[in-house]
């Protein structure tokens, strides 16, 4: 949040071109080496820019950061995510559709743009467009005169936001997708959408790419070879000559790529350079066919400068469903995610779902206003700002210290060429209380730093405190504890080239005494976390409450029998609530068939799939590597929220040699898991000794999705 390039009125915000050389330093100022520097500045050089460089138009989205994609198109009525392309336009009729309140919404949570899904895949637009017939103009909208990408845009316009629109390549309900004819049609589309609508700070693409859908009545599957049948390069001709300033987001940029996850998260290391490919490495890649796998961390030294952008739905689906009002994210979980997103380097998309009215929810509302609420009260005061900082090997008065603390990214510090490991020190004249420490570098020059660490000074000396990789555009670091000292340190310690930073904050956030996250593996090790940071959490393993008496918690510890760990965060303002998990015997020495290892890992996060081209029952052998007397088995299905093969009903049964299985000793059904994932722990009828157990999903919660999955299989002994 702290530092930008600029903040420009709504009509700036996607003006002309600017150049490299525009980012330049306070008062009289002289390019130098595509930089530019204050007149001082000509007696100590600019660094010399290092590896790929973002263009002018980069440099702006980088300064977004945050922006929201609202889905909202006949499926929202059909209560689908997927429209097939068949629905009558006369279903999309919004009762009481309000511009300004969705985006008034997504500004109160700190977000600075809105990208407008003007064409889904289901082919309606949200346009009076002249290429189609299926689209706004044939509903009772505003009485067939409606245009709801008109009144996004113009809504954004009045509240300083930047607008974007997204328009689906794939059209499930046009008679010609396949063919040699639609390509012209969805470049026209694109055409109007850029002329009408324009300025735009992103055109933004994703890699749907043909299957089964209406196609003007022949309701079939149409597949397209993707290389080649939308003509990228010419497409993408089209966005640059209209709409000059639009960062083009797809799976292989050009300008933006997509993290290769819908979690909303990069990785910890995250480079803002790519080198872009095919899934096969063999060729160019394009939407639908990239090497997304190395999407999340990127390229060191890659061939461009394509950061990021973490997409994820603030509900489980990207388009309304009245099912999942109570699955809507917490403050407490954007808040999370924006650490994961742009402090890491990246933007965050945070999809936004109108309901049958044309308004967000008012639980999402209230969400994101406290998104926006924390966010302020996180990154307000740069507690830095109030102290001493000092750097050892500086490059000179042109790139003094305080060019890190005036909350302004054309400014920064710079190491002498031969200095690619300096530190840098933060002092106060009293203890100053903090957890999160933000860096960004001067990315104008290139992403350059490699590794860091932070020291804490306690007790008279350094403490290591956290290491890093990548920094670029923006790293925050969320320490797991709050920490009082007098001075902090920043170490550079690899580099391969002189050093800038930008901005340097120093932040204390609001006390969260959120409820503990408890895991332990296979091997029965045991760790707490904190999805905020605390003072220190405290934990019992009797049973017991946890008090302000109780141990607490500073490393994993071994529980290899069964028995339940209790844990709370406590803080300065008290205690939170208590989180309580039942161990049993853990999975050390077990195994299983069906190459389903990662149902018995202990972590609840890998998760095992059957094929997708299965059918049910879907049965899993569990070997317990003795035998064991057994009360009941628990079962964990997938959690994340794009799950699918939720298992509904089961049989289980218990033997002592694999062979005779006898009687099930358990059969039912997980009654309302598809919309609760927690873990289920079923007893059995009477206990029974045995080396195997045997799984067998028999029903699916959905009747269509034929495939199962499971996260955790175990058992019950006490």
Request: aromatic share 10%; charged share 25%; proline share 6%.
């Amino acid at each position: 949040m702290f530092g930008s390039y600029e903040h420009t009125t709504p009509a700036e915000s996607s003006g002309g071109p600017t150049s490299h050389s525009s980012l330049r330093m306070k008062k009289l100022l002289i390019p130098v080496l595509g930089m530019a520097l204050s007149l001082p500045a000509i007696a100590q050089q600019a660094p010399k820019p290092y590896g790929a460089l973002p263009s002018a138009r980069q440099l702006k989205w980088h300064d977004t950061e945050m922006y929201c994609i609202v889905h909202f198109t006949p499926t929202t009525f059909e209560d689908k995510e997927w429209g097939y392309g068949d629905a009558d336009p006369k279903t999309f009729n919004p009762s009481n559709f309000d511009a300004e309140q969705i985006i008034r919404s997504a500004k109160a949570g700190g977000f600075r743009g809105i990208v407008c899904v003007a064409k889904h895949h289901d082919g309606f637009c949200l346009w009076p467009t002249k290429t189609t017939d299926y689209n706004i103009s044939k509903s009772p909208f505003r009485n067939g005169k409606g245009d709801m990408v008109r009144e996004l845009e113009q809504a954004c316009r009045k509240n300083g936001m930047k607008f974007a629109v997204y328009c689906s390549p794939w059209d499930r309900n046009n008679k010609d997708y396949g063919t040699d004819k639609y390509l012209a049609t969805y470049q026209a589309q694109l055409r109007e959408l850029y002329t009408n609508y324009g300025p735009v700070f992103m055109s933004w693409h994703d890699g749907a790419n043909g299957g089964d859908g209406y196609y003007g009545g022949a309701r079939e599957t149409r597949k397209i070879n993707n290389l080649v049948y939308y003509d990228w390069d010419n497409t993408w001709k089209i966005t640059r000559e209209l709409a000059p300033d639009a960062c083009i987001f797809s799976d292989v940029g050009l300008d933006v790529r997509w993290v290769g996850n819908e979690r909303g998260f990069a990785n910890e290391t995250s480079w803002a350079t790519f080198t872009p490919t095919s899934a096969d490495g063999k060729s160019k890649g394009v939407p639908g066919n990239a090497n997304d796998k190395d999407a999340p961390t990127g390229t060191r030294n890659g061939k461009y400068w394509i950061p990021a952008e973490c997409d994820v739905s603030l509900r489980p689906g990207w388009f309304y469903h009245e099912s999942q009002n109570n699955r809507v994210k917490t403050p407490q979980q954007l808040l999370d995610l924006y650490f994961k997103s742009v402090g890491r380097g990246a933007a965050l998309d945070l999809g936004l779902s109108p309901d049958k009215r044309g308004q967000l929810h008012d639980i999402d509302v209230a969400s994101l206003k406290g998104l926006g609420d924390l966010l302020r009260k996180t990154f307000g005061t740069n507690i830095a700002a109030t102290a001493q900082v000092s750097a050892t090997g500086s490059r000179g008065k042109a790139f003094p210290v305080k060019n890190m603390l005036d909350n302004d990214r054309k400014t920064y510090w710079a190491s002498q060429d031969e200095v690619t490991t300096p530190e840098l020190t933060i002092a106060w004249k009293k203890p100053a209380t903090f957890n999160i420490v933000g860096i960004r570098e001067a990315i104008a020059l290139g992403q350059r730093i490699d590794g860091f660490a932070i020291d804490v000074w306690q007790d008279g000396q350094w403490k290591e405190v956290h290491k890093g990789t990548s920094v670029g555009a923006l790293r925050l670091v969320r320490l797991p504890n709050y920490y009082s000292t007098e001075k902090i340190r920043l170490r550079i310690t690899d580099s391969p080239v002189a050093v800038t930073v930008a901005e340097l904050g120093v932040y204390a956030e609001p006390e969260q005494l959120v409820a503990p996250v408890i895991r332990r593996d296979k091997d029965g090790q045991v760790t707490i976390s904190s999805p905020a940071s605390v003072h220190a959490i405290r934990y019992t393993i009797d049973g017991s409450e946890p008090t302000a008496s109780s141990a607490v918690y500073t490393k994993p510890f071994e529980l290899k029998h069964p028995g339940t760990v209790k844990a709370k965060a406590f803080g300065a303002s008290g205690s939170g609530a208590t989180e309580s998990v039942q161990f049993d015997i853990p999975s050390a020495g077990w195994s299983i068939d069906q190459n389903a290892a990662k149902a018995i890992d202990g972590d609840p996060q890998t998760v095992w799939y059957s094929p997708r081209s299965g059918k049910y029952p879907h049965t899993l052998t569990l070997n317990l590597g003795q035998s064991t007397t057994l009360k009941g088995f628990t079962f964990l299905p997938d959690g994340s929220d794009h799950r699918s093969g939720t298992v509904y009903g089961y049989q289980v049964w218990v033997s002592e040699d694999g062979q005779n299985w006898g009687d099930p000793v358990a059969e039912g059904r997980f009654d309302n898991i598809q919309n609760s994932p927690i873990e289920q722990r079923v007893l059995f009828r009477t206990p029974k000794a045995g080396k195997y157990l045997r799984f067998t999903a028999t029903e699916p919660t959905d009747s269509k999705q034929t495939w199962a999955n499971v996260a955790e299989l175990g058992v019950i002994t006490k």
